[in-house]
């Protein structure tokens, strides 16, 4: 068994930053790729940004330049440093996990997080 727990969303005026933070734990043999999606209402969740165990990252267009991703290797886990937040950045933030366990390898998703952008 594989849990996500993300965390660090809130409340912040645009131009404001913010750093989510997501832990895996469990039943984990590797984990290939880690990373945040957001999901705001009416949409479909979109990718933000990501991070293989290469240390690859890609990142969103709409958020090149702004939003930072790594990872600890060692802890099992992913920060996300969101700055120069707009009004559009608002959504719930998942954090993902393409992780190989004991005998499976699935994808993984934290509960979300609430990022909110207004003044």
């Known amino acids: 068994q594989v849990q996500l727990v993300e965390s660090g969303g809130g409340l912040v005026q645009p131009g404001g930053s913010l750093r989510l933070s997501c832990a895996a734990s469990?039943?984990?043999?590797?984990?290939?790729?880690m990373g945040w999606y957001r999901q705001a209402p009416g949409k479909q969740r979109e990718l933000v940004a990501t991070?293989?165990?290469?240390?690859?990252?890609n990142y969103a267009d709409s958020v090149k330049g702004r939003f930072t991703i790594s990872r600890d290797y060692a802890k099992n886990t992913v920060s996300l440093q969101v700055n120069s937040l707009k009004p559009e950045d608002t959504a719930v933030y998942y954090c993902?996990?393409?992780?190989?366990?004991?005998?499976?390898?699935?994808?993984?998703w934290g509960q979300g997080t609430q990022v909110t952008v207004s003044s």
């Open positions: 991070s293989t165990s290469g240390d690859s990252r």
């Open positions: 469990g039943n984990i043999f590797h984990i290939y790729v």
């Open positions: 993902y996990a393409d992780i190989r366990g004991i005998t499976t390898r699935e994808d993984y």
